[in-house]
């Protein structure tokens, strides 16, 4: 029984940590959130480190890795608030990747492992075709904004659209995240081409299973930051740290967590051996992740008293990130919904 | 990542697997049989512990020296997962030899081990533990049971109370004030008490669910001869500590809870004035929840396997696993209760096939969520050990226990 990432890749999450830490403090991210801007060094630094291109097989510039790296680099995303376009690695790309035709692959894929390029999914609702033309408006998209192609579902397809092409349009949407951009595409008439797979689930169980992660990054730093926290504050003449109203909220929020923790980690290991359980394991992940997130959000601003709702203190961007990924790839109550027709079905994992 | 077990984890598996299918009873399905009477039960579970032992299942992890089956912590686990899938009379031994006997290794003499350690294992004698008192439970140094060394004896005055199995059982590990002017916990000490010495007078509780498995212990003038003694006089809380420790090693024990499971299975078969049960978005909303929860205890339990395989003691995350499963039993056994309107409120025997087990999970949930450290206590020791967060200010550990009890 080795239930645990590699001692390799247990190293390579910790650089992966220490290098966001410095390339996205959580300085940038509180700045983000005025400005709205991506965080291009943290995006190059994961470019450096090859996580751009470990979901993307050799044959178009990838390394191969598989989604593990991605995984841990998630993780570390999520630990540091980052604003990185993840649609475009969690989603996009691992769509493309196994839906896009040859040609498709060999143009996008080189240029999303490099990170000379970002790609979007734009597949909430369907839009119409006509002569492999697209017409319509999608919104919120996330990711969109700046993104060099979009992935969209018309008549039962997927279509690529090149964003450079003139008869698109983008338009930045206000979000409560500005770190996780969001914007209104509208299609005219845009030329687009025909993806060779339509089964868009294996790329969104990798989307679900990376943002989980994701999530678990965000609340063990939330965590952390209470407990520190909770050790200096004092309140009638004790740190509150030592209270247990604090101390069994915080003991929770562990708890909640560490399951969370187990679930992602069996996601990813179904993920990464391709095992026919991942719709099953990858369900669970999100599901808990998700709950971890808002409640280690919600829970640790409330032990900073008052100055956990300003803008200086660190709550609102785990509260604002935890909001923004559960509103991400569906509702946390459809995918328990979801997860329950499976378990009555009487769907069990591999292990 | 691989969940597949060592080579000689997975031969002891497949041998262990074809020992229960020649010797283990017939498997019944969820949910534990139940008992008539102790003399029945008692009996079935000697039977069973005499088999183990003669196989070297009784004790995996203990010294082949004692009767044990000399294996490791990873094989007793093994050995669980797959016993688990038969009916066999459990309870009897668990406090015995996942908490008396491992602390009776550690502390106790030669002498000690030689008397006890085999017969516990082989079964032939069964063993309680006699901690809590009626003003001493989650604060255990408060206890005020006395033992006062009078030549080569020691003479116990006081009373013990939850003591489970106390009823059938021949020995005890018992902690005892030995010093009243030292400080709360430095007045302590373990002993073994032979629960047929005159003296000891057990007396049944009838408990929430009308079973009597535990016990008042009434202790007048019992002598414990000094060799019975595990730790110097005043060391006994380290003692105590060892053994509850111990406690929490035990991992992977049953407690017979349903889970996310048994309300799939009911629901899918239950049949409410509103449709059936598993149709309804609150009962999927609670089976996905409750499944989250059970499915990442086992997983967690594999994380422990994880790091015992690499010689490491298991992490913190054991102490989450009676925290989470204790309430959530509670709550899906409430839920399929009230599934069952006016029904909901007949003895689990009158609501047909699998509902005892439902009953049980109502009742025993919340013995499960005080027994072995409340769900409070649990929170505390997570938040302190594991989070590193102070200790609630005390007054009372620093002055001698007699003034603090007086
Ligand atoms: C089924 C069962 C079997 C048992 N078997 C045994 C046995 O074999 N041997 C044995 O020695 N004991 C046994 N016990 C006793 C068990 O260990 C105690 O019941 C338990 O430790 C709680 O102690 P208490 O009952 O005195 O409750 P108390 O300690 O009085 O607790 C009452 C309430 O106060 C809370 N509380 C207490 N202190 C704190 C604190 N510091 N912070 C927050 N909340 C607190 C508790 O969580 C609880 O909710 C058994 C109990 C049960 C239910």
């Known amino acids: 029984m080795e239930f645990d990432f590699s001692e390799d890749y247990r190293l390579l ?49 990838g390394n191969g890795l598989g989604p593990l790296p991605l995984c841990l680099a998630a993780e570390a995303i999520g630990w540091s608030v980052a604003a990185i376009p993840t649609a475009s690695l969690y989603h996009a790309t691992p769509l493309i990747q196994s839906c896009g035709s040859p040609e498709q692959q060999d143009r996008w894929l080189p240029a999303l492992a490099s990170g000379s390029a970002t790609a979007c999914v734009a597949t909430d609702s369907a839009l119409a075709v006509e002569d492999d033309h697209i017409t319509g408006v999608i919104s919120p998209v996330s990711g969109g904004t700046g993104a060099s192609v979009a992935i ?24 409560r995240d500005p770190g996780r951009q969001l914007c209104r595409i509208t299609f005219r008439n845009t030329p687009a081409t025909r993806m060779t797979g339509d089964d868009a689930d294996l790329a969104l169980n990798h989307a679900v299973v990376c943002v989980a992660f994701e999530q678990i990054g965000g609340a063990s730093r939330a965590l952390n930051g209470a407990i520190d926290y909770s050790r200096e504050r004092r309140a009638f003449g004790q740190t509150i740290g030592s209270y247990q109203a604090i101390k069994h909220k915080l003991a929770d929020i562990w708890t909640k967590i560490e399951i969370a923790r187990a679930h992602a980690m069996y996601a990813a290991w179904s993920l990464g051996t391709g095992a026919v359980d991942l719709p099953l394991a990858a369900a669970a992940a999100r599901a808990s992740a998700t709950e971890a997130y808002l409640f280690a959000a919600q829970e640790t601003l409330q032990v900073h008293g008052g100055y956990g709702f300003t803008f200086e203190s660190d709550s609102h961007l785990f509260y604002r990130r935890a909001r923004a990924l559960a509103a991400c790839y569906g509702p946390a109550v459809e995918w328990r919904s979801r997860l329950a027709a499976r378990l009555i079905a009487g769907e069990t994992t591999k292990h | 990542m691989d969940f597949a077990d060592s080579p000689i984890d997975a031969q002891f598996r497949a041998q262990a697997r074809e020992w229960l299918a020649a010797h283990a009873p017939v498997t019944r399905g969820r949910g534990r049989v139940a008992w008539p009477d102790d003399a029945t039960l008692v009996a079935a579970a000697r039977e069973w512990q005499s088999k183990k032992a003669a196989a070297g299942y009784a004790a995996i992890a203990l010294p082949r020296e004692y009767g044990g089956g000399g294996g490791t912590t990873t094989q007793q686990i093994i050995f669980r997962q797959e016993e688990e899938r038969y009916d066999v009379p459990f309870g009897v031994y668990e406090i015995g030899l996942g908490m008396c006997v491992p602390t009776l290794l550690a502390l106790g003499s030669d002498k000690v081990k030689e008397r006890f350690v085999a017969r516990a294992i082989s079964g032939a004698e069964i063993w309680c533990q006699l901690f809590s008192e009626p003003a001493a439970g989650s604060d255990l140094a408060a206890l005020r049971t006395k033992a006062v060394k009078t030549g080569e004896n020691w003479l116990v005055d006081g009373q013990k109370v939850w003591t489970t199995g106390a009823q059938f059982s021949d020995y005890g590990l018992l902690l005892a004030r030995t010093d009243s002017s030292a400080t709360k ?30 016990n ?58 509103t449709g059936r049960a598993s149709d309804d978005p609150h009962v999927r909303d609670i089976i996905a929840q409750a499944y989250l929860n059970d499915r990442g205890l086992k997983l967690l339990t594999y994380r422990t396997l994880t790091n015992l395989g690499r010689g490491q003691l298991p992490g913190p995350e054991q102490s989450i696993t009676k925290l989470v499963i204790a309430s959530q039993a509670q709550l899906i056994a409430n839920l399929l209760l009230d599934l069952r309107g006016q029904e909901g409120a007949l003895v689990g025997s009158a609501l047909g096939d699998g509902w005892e087990a439902v009953e049980r999970s109502w009742s025993f949930g919340a013995a499960m ?21 102070p200790a609630a200010k005390r007054d009372d550990t620093t002055r001698p226990f007699n003034e603090d009890a007086a």
């Open chain 1, 13 to 61: 999450a910790d650089q992966l940590r220490r290098a966001l830490e410095e390339a996205a403090p959580l300085e940038a991210a509180r700045k983000t959130v005025d400005t709205g801007q991506i965080n291009v060094t943290a995006w190059e630094l994961l470019g450096e480190m090859g996580i751009l291109a470990s979901g993307i097989s050799t044959d178009f510039g």
């Open chain 2, 369 to 389: 969520r005080i027994a072995g450290g409340t769900d409070e206590i649990l929170r505390n020791v997570i938040a302190e050990r594991v989070l590193g967060l």
């Open chain 2, 185 to 214: 916990h430095a007045g302590l000490t373990l002993f073994i008490i032979d629960m047929r010495a005159p003296g000891v007078e057990v007396r049944p509780i009838r408990q929430l669910d009308g079973g009597v498995e535990f």
């Open chain 1, 152 to 175: 969209v579902r018309a008549n039962n397809q997927l279509w690529l659209v090149d964003m450079a092409e003139n008869a698109v349009e983008q338009e930045a949407l206000e979000s």
């Open chain 2, 216 to 273: 008042e212990v009434f202790l007048s003038g019992v002598m414990i001869p000094d060799e019975f003694r595990l730790t110097v006089p005043g060391g006994g809380w380290a003692g105590a500590m060892t053994t509850l420790m111990f406690e929490r090693l035990n991992v992977g024990a049953n407690i017979g809870l349903i889970d996310s499971s048994t309300l799939i299975d009911i629901s899918r078969r239950l049949e409410t004035s």
